[in-house]
């Protein structure tokens, strides 16, 4: 009797494990917020549930994801010529251009995450592979039992943050509204002003109508939502490689003061190895998602710091603003701290071979310590410049520069324009001036 409930005990610590193990995956960690991005038309691939096996994940011509992601990029790039026909028709300046480089942002966001569906079922298998590594009893930290945990965590603040953010603009867009019609005493519906306000390089070509109303709200949605999902998407992949590469530090920061054979720094080396070439394929896969995160981004806080030095009108739009400002701030700043862990990390698994004593090292650890000096374990973008932190200082620099000189070029320019000055059907909003 003792010995069966021992083997049913054993039975069911092995089912814990297995059931931890499938929830300790990128596939389930972030098979939620791909199955969102779907309905947005981002990532049109199948089998992204959480439970489903990383076999199943496809990428498939006509399948309903597809479509959806068609008729967004469709409309996106709709929207890019009317709202470059604003442009020639008013100038290229600062203030005629906000619709224009938000359709040409989403634009190249759909794009890239398109051009990722091809080949990210290879990718999350090559992850699923690297995974069962880190999924051995020899990994098993708190790292790793977290794993699915924390990354989850990371994308549903970082979600709501992008609502909250949306949240203000529209609750700014919506007062701005109200305010015209009532300090302007403009006979117009409120919901036509509102969207012909907003969108007025659409409704310029087509008639009001609550179809068409709703149909650009969604798309709407799904441009705002790529937006946010190309930083979103980067911080979470780079989290996960974080905690793999933390699992590696741990193991090996239990073993640094005792003396083990050849063969298991061996089968370290070749862990490290197998994680090693996957980061070098995320780096590969990601670089055009790594160098449009931080073009928009940079564009973004330059266009707000130069609307910094102007009047916004009400207290709704000034709560947008600097909320708006804040918002991008963080979440660039989350981008490039998630990614430039991972080389931090390295460099933390370098400092701990060095603690190694002397008597202890042999031939395979002498390989491990090569491959952490020889390999950057960063991602990048397409080889221009690594997400380290030294990066994050370089951008600020450049930031800081920018500016002092539009503090010494629009001293005393700032002036205060009426709500009324721009007459129905204009937006005073950031994004669609």
Known sequence: MPIAIGHLASQHSAMQRQTHSKKNTLQHAIGPFLILAQFFGVLPISGVWPNSPVEKVRFRWLSPSFFVSCIILGFAIMDCGLSSKIVFEHGLKIYTIGSLSFSVICIAGFGVFLSLSFRWPHLIRQTARCELVFLQPGYDCSYGRQFGRRVRLWGVCLLVAAVCEHSTYVGSAIYSNYQQIHECKLDVDFWLNYFQRERQELFSVFHFNLVQALFIEWTTLAMTFVWNFVDIFLILISRSLQLRAQQMHWRIRQHAGQRMSNEFWEQLRNDLLDFSDLLKLYDKELSGLVILACAHNMYFVCVQVYHSFKTRGSYM?????????????????????????????????????????????????????????????????????????????????TLMAYELVLINQMNGSEVQLSICSRGAGSSKSIFYS
């Open 317 to 397: 739009d000034e709560l947008y603003f600097w909320f708006s400002l804040f918002y991008v701030i963080t979440r660039i700043c989350n981008m490039m701290f998630a990614a430039s862990a991972i080389p931090q990390e390295a460099k933390e698994i370098s400092y701990t071979l060095f603690e190694i004593p002397t008597e202890y090292w042999c031939l395979e650890l002498k390989r491990i310590h090569e491959i952490m000096l020889t390999n950057s374990f960063a991602l990048s973008g397409k080889g221009y410049f690594l997400l380290t932190r030294r990066l994050i200082f370089a951008m600020a620099a």
